[in-house]
């Protein structure tokens, strides 16, 4: 398979690099090649020996940036006979990854989780009602009779209330916000099964949510997002404390 960069020959992709912090350097021309849109998701990288040649450094240069590029995130190396470096699809990965060792390591507490909850989702959910359509609102009452059913028959539901808010997410229109949300998805599942709720609980959120979907459909935006705001506020007084918000 070729590689699917182009190159002009008097303009080459990349330049020789000098000794100190080279696979650095490496990370940051390809990191300016994507931001010149020389490089395009699902392009395919040079292949090692092209790179060793094209930069003029080792191999161990080339592959630890690399590695650098994976866990940022920003390339995908695939096996295989078409396998390669390919340059990423943009995604939340490096994001929520962050968000759930900053967790992990105490430097987020669950009042700092909230607070961005209160700054961002009512206001999704506002944008959501003035911009959402007709799939929007069917996609959120289906996702809302799901969780119904799973409540019927005991099973888990704390996946598709996260989910229901990334479905509000993705009406706002807004596509920071859909990666924002996305990122904190595995970080509030966990909180969620860290406890057992009643089903009195779960009836009570799912009560929250046809609210919020009413107000979207009937394109109330100021409903929408104090029903939100309130939401937010009841889940966090389950969940912990209650700081002044």
């Known amino acids: 398979m070729k590689p699917s960069y182009r190159m002009e020959e008097s303009k080459p992709l990349f330049q020789t690099l000098p000794r100190r912090r080279i696979y650095e350097a490496i990370v940051s021309q390809i990191k300016e090649a994507v931001f010149r849109r020389e490089l395009k998701p699902g392009d395919r990288l040079p292949s090692e020996k092209e790179m060793m040649r094209m930069f003029g450094v080792s191999n161990m240069a080339v592959r630890e940036a690399m590695r650098t590029l994976e866990q940022q995130g920003l ?78 028959v005991g099973s888990p539901v704390s996946g598709a209330n996260i989910d229901f808010h990334g479905r509000l997410a993705l009406a706002s229109g807004n596509h920071l916000a859909i990666m924002l949300a996305g990122s904190l998805r595995d970080l509030l599942l966990e909180l969620m099964n860290a406890r057992t709720e009643s089903k009195k609980a779960q009836v009570e959120v799912q009560k929250h949510h046809a609210r919020i979907i009413e107000a979207v459909k009937k394109r109330d935006a100021e409903e929408a997002r104090d029903e939100m705001r309130q939401h937010i506020l009841w889940l966090h007084s389950r969940l912990g404390d209650r700081p002044k918000f």
């Open 75 to 152: 390339i995908q190396v695939r096996k295989g006979s078409r396998g390669g470096c390919f340059i990423s699809e943009v995604n939340n990965d490096a994001l929520t990854s962050f968000f759930n060792l900053a967790m992990v390591q105490g430097k987020v507490r669950l009042n700092d989780l909230t607070e961005i909850r209160l700054m961002v989702e009512p206001e999704l959910t506002r944008l959501a009602a003035i911009r959402g359509n007709a799939d929007d609102v069917r996609a959120l009452e289906k996702m809302h009779d799901q969780a119904e059913r799973l409540i019927s």
